[in-house]
């Protein structure tokens, strides 16, 4: 099946600071979105994103699915941005539910 | 309000015992999931169902059992066979086409077995 890797597992910031997240996967997909998962473990949707780029207010996110990778940008972070943020895909060579990442664990101090 | 309901949040439970958690959504979505969390760790997929009247296994369905009667409601048991049950689970459904639509989720349930 689809398998898919997320960078960095962990990362610190300083409130204010940018940050990109990475999610490579191995097979063409027609989905992927992007989840936050906060401290208390509800999973809030950020970005249903296949392709292209999209924004909405600090964050953004582009997916380049010639090249099978999605980022996410994180800017001015602040302390409420951390938490987990998990890349899901489906391939579009079968027709299965999203895979998960393990995600990448997001930590803004401040 | 539209979304997906879960209960209970928090469930105790002795090893041994069958335990239901329930899920409800009112999104009028076909497609539903089960998924496990352990600490640290991301999602696993448990069933799924397109349908209703109809699911599939996941990747680690040994231990747990589900039922789709209705479109609104999909439950999951976790039976005395699952050997580690204590973790985060968490029900979820898609909007539009199975699989190619934008997944949502419930605030999930935390099961701990003493």
């Known amino acids: 099946g689809i398998q898919v890797e997320q960078s960095p597992p962990d990362l610190i910031l300083q409130e204010g600071a940018n940050s990109t997240l990475r999610c490579n996967f191995s097979d063409s997909v027609n989905n992927l979105q992007w989840f936050h998962q906060n401290p208390w473990g509800q999973l809030i949707n950020l970005f249903y994103i296949p392709s292209g780029t999209k924004q909405n207010g600090r964050l953004s996110a582009t997916t380049v699915a010639t090249e099978r990778y999605s980022l996410l940008y994180i800017s001015s972070s602040q302390t409420t941005d951390s938490g987990v943020y998990f890349c899901?895909?489906?391939?579009?060579?079968?027709?299965?539910?999203?895979?998960f990442g393990k995600g990448t664990r997001l930590s803004v101090i401040a | 309000d539209g979304g997906i309901t879960q209960s209970p949040k928090y469930l105790f439970r002795k090893e041994g015992q069958n335990v239901t958690l329930s899920c409800e959504q009112n999104?009028?979505?076909?497609?539903m999931y089960w998924y496990r969390q352990d600490p640290g760790q991301g999602l696993r997929l448990i069933y799924y169902s397109q349908i209703v009247n109809d699911f599939q296994k996941g990747d680690i369905a040994e231990g747990y059992s589900v039922s789709r009667e209705k479109k609104e409601s999909f439950p999951l048991t976790v039976t005395s066979a699952q050997k580690n049950p204590t973790a985060f689970y968490l029900c979820a459904s898609i909007g539009g086409a199975s699989n190619t639509g934008e997944l949502f989720f419930g605030e999930g349930s935390r099961l701990t077995v003493l």
């Open positions: 899901a895909v489906t391939a579009v060579s079968g027709n299965t539910p999203l895979v």
């Open positions: 999104l009028n979505h076909d497609a």
